[in-house]
């Protein structure tokens, strides 16, 4: 359960070969969390896993293309062909 979403959320973000060691940790600990009965194994293992995975949410390579920076670029591209093409 907290494994398999854990898993997903690293694959999403694409982190393994930058930090393996913060991913390797942030599966032992969803790991602990579904194994776990104590509530406080599962709220001490829980808050370990949401300090690493915040790590690894920050270590994650930024989106190259699709920002708002991008799209300026784009519509300067697109003006100064427009404005090469035009007559004059």
Do not use: C, F, W, Y
Not at 23 to 43: C, F, N, Q, S, Y
């Amino acid at each position: 359960m907290v494994e398999d979403e854990t898993r997903a959320e690293l694959a999403r973000l694409g982190v393994e070969e930058t930090a393996p060691g913060l991913t390797a940790l942030a599966v032992k600990l969803a790991e602990a969390i579904d194994g776990a009965d104590a509530p406080t194994a599962i709220a001490v293992a829980a808050r370990e896993l949401r300090a690493t995975m915040q790590e690894l949410r920050r270590l994650a390579p930024v989106d190259a293309e699709g920002d708002t920076v991008d799209d300026i670029a784009a519509a300067r591209a697109r003006r100064r062909a427009a404005a090469r093409e035009a007559p004059g």
